[in-house]
Structures are given as structure tokens and as C-alpha cells.
């Protein structure tokens, strides 16, 4: 359903992504690793049109949108979390799951806080709604984020290193979110250095390095047989 | 030489003192509401990438906070009506053209102001609510205003006590609003003290109705509850001095 197809692009002079190719079937769990500066970050924001690649096509479910407006539509099929949760401090955790929905769907606050109920319990953190962000710990920030996302119902969600900003303690309640939502059956392709997750949910692992996809395998191959001499090295420094 | 309370409070409670205060308050007031309203659009677009245009509108803005305020006041009450007949007719008062040049003035002040607050805001604020497929209006209006309100409001009401202080300058192009008041009282009887010592209590007052006013909103508009609740208001802090002392 995210078809992206050769694109490039450059931040000044230096090369991000360099004409990649990637395709993700409904349903499929993606992980991308690789080295720092090898390009995930990018190509996931490319995914949602957050980043506009320079050449090349990004299309979601074959839409590819041409103007500004397009893109505005198709973003809302496409959910991201990020790595600093960027949740909005102003508004309390219902305030931030129902905003988007009722602008943009337009949804009555009714239906739109009835929905954030539902998807807040579903990230185990119900209790928590009138709070505001700051109130939260790291890891109950980024499930708000999770629900917050799917509070629009995409068909995909886009996850850029969702754990990296958190304390080693609150790692596990953020996984465990992602790894049930991969077991309803959502369509995520996410950025993680978190191998052991990568290892139990993803059915494709992308390996990025220098701008450019060196390796697509199944988990299973890319953690006991990586083909690239790169994927090798890599994965041998995490063993550390 | 003795300080005449019944002047003194005789100017206090004039009619032309309140009269003079009135078009103080109103002059700061309608100057910095318009100052806002040009403040905002201007501080969105000076922020964008650099373009000719956006020189140009730089330019202007450095011109009006560069220019004294008072040469501002006399330029527009003097030179304008010389540019463009339409200013020469009797509709164009002196509170008018005051109004004109301290909002233009205080624009330029509040743009940067602004520009200052909209920059604070993490860009990652902006990346949510595009990720999440809102607007660029929605965005800006839901998510970048309420929080870079948050960060500008300090400032915002410093530069309102500034402005209600500047009106002053407004004496010069013979508007009747306080000082203009109390030097016309003064010039008749020469009781310095009694007529400017009334006209400080005035702007003392205002000024600190302004302030309290500023840290009850200021309280309102914090994001995290607790604080609110820690941080005790203006009020409860000096009654706390007043027991202690």
C-alpha cells in the first residue's frame, strides 16, 4: 500500500537518500536499521510526504498526491509517531487525541472523545486523560502518541525510532503496544535500533546504509545470515 | 513650599484628569490592538525563507522601531496631510493620527515580539500536526498561536506598559490625554508637585491594573495544573508579605 520508487534526496550537498526503492503490502510489518545518518529517518518521512523527496514517486494505495492539499489527505491515512512523541503540551491527552479528528474528519466531540477513550484504553493509559503531557512519564507519552495516531484510523503507521528518547525502564510498555497493534493486523513500518522487536514482529527487516537500501530480508535470514558485508558488521557491533 | 492636598485631590477627582486618563488608557489600548493585528501576519511572513519582498517589509519594520517614536507622532500629524489632501480634512484629530503612528510603531515591536515566540516553539510541534494531516490555518491556529501566546505574553504586557507611558508623547500634536492635561493645569497655576503628583497616581494605578491583570492571565494560560495551583497569583503573595511584615 506505500509504494516508493526511486527517490533521491539531498540536504545541500550531501546525499540522504540515494534513488531507493520499497514497497509495503497491507498488513506488512517493515522494519528499517541501519547506522546513524544511513537515511531511515528520511525515508520514513518521506513516506508520509513530511520530508518531499527531490526525484522520484512516493504513493499510498497508488494515490500520489500533487499538491498540498493531496498531500493533507493522504497524511491523514497515514499515522506517525515520532521520537520526541511531540505531543501537544498545551492540551490535555484527550484534547490531543480529539483535535486532529475533528478537524480534519470532522468529527463531532462527541464521537471524537468516545474514539479517544477507545483507543487510549487500548494503549493502557484510560486514567490518564485529563492530564496534560507533562504530567506523563516518557513511555506513557508515547503510547498518548500511539493513541493519538490512531484516534484518525489510518491504514498505516509510520514509527521513527519510537523508543530512542526513552528511559531503558519504559522501552518494554512502548513495545508492548506496538507489538499488540502488530498482531491486530496494522500496517507499520518502523525505525528502531530495538533488534529483539524487529525480530518478533517485522516480516521484512530493510538495511540502510549511505543513503541507500543494501539488504531486504526476513528476520530470521537478516539476523542469522545477512548477505551484505555491511548488514555483517553491523550486526556485529550490536552484539555489544 | 507645602503640598496643597486639596489640589491635589481636586485634580485627582477633575473631570479632566479622568477625561485625560480615559483617552491614555483608550489610545494604549486601540494602538496596541492594531499593533497585534498587524504584529501577527507580519511576524508568519518575516519568518518564511528569504524573498525581495520580505526585505522590504524588514525594511519598513527596522524604519518603525528605529525611529523615534516622537519624530513618528509629528510625521504623521504634520507631514501627512502635506502627502495626501485627504488628511487635511477636519475628521483627521489629533487622536487619530496618534493612533496611527503608535499602532505602526507598536507593530513593529510586536512583530518582533512574535517572531521570537512562534520561534521557540519546537518544530516538531509543527511536523505533529502536519503528520497528522491538519492544515497549515489548523496548524497555526490550534497548535503554533496557543503555545507562542504562551511565550509572548510577558513581553507582550511589558511593551503595553511602555506604549501606555508613550502616549504621553501624544501632548506634542496637542491631544488632550493625560500629561497634556496635567502640563496645561500645571502652566496656569505652577503647583508642580500637586498636578504631576496626581497625574503618578493615575498611571500607577493603570499600570498596576495592567500587571495584575497580566498574572491572572498568565496563571490561566498555564499549560501544566499543578503549577497553576503552586504558583501563587499577585494578590495571595502580597497579602503574605503584608502578614509576614
Sequence with gaps: MIRVENISKRYGDFLVLDKVSLSIA???KVVICGPSGSGKSTLIRCM?????HDTGAVSIDGVEPKNRRACEAVRREVGMVFQNFNL???LTILENCILAPMMTRKLSRAAATERAHQYLKRVHIAEQASKYPSQLSGGQQQRVAIARALCMEPKAIL???PTSALDPEMVGEVLDVMVELAG??????????????????????????KGQIVEVAPPEQFFTAPTSARAKTFLSQLQH | MAFDSSVFFGALFSTAFLNGALVTVFLALLSHGVGILISIPAALYISGPPSPLRWLVKGVLGVLRGAPTLLQLLFVWNALPQFFPVFREPWFSPFLAAWIALSLNEAAYQTEINRAALGAIDPGQKAAGVALGMTRFQILRKILLPQAVR???????????????ITSLASVISLSELMSVTSRAVATTFQFTEYYAAALVYYLVMVYVLVFLQSRLERRLVWNTSAAEASPGMLQKAMAFYRRS
Excluded at chain 1, 508520509?48 to 518531499?52: K, M, R, S, T
Excluded at chain 2, 509572548?152 to 507611558?165: D, G
Design chain 1, 26 to 28: 497491507k498488513g506488512a
Design chain 1, 48 to 52: 508520509n510526504y513530511l520530508a518531499p
Design chain 1, 88 to 90: 501537544f503540551p498545551h
Design chain 1, 159 to 161: 514509527f521513527d525510532e
Design chain 1, 184 to 209: 491486530d493486523g496494522m500496517t507499520m513500518v518502523c525505525v528502531t535500533h530495538e533488534m529483539a522487536f524487529a525480530r518478533k514482529v517485522a516480516d521484512q527487516i530493510v538495511f540502510m546504509d
Design chain 2, 151 to 165: 511565550v509572548a505574553l510577558p513581553s507582550t504586557a511589558n511593551e503595553f506598559i511602555t506604549l501606555l507611558k
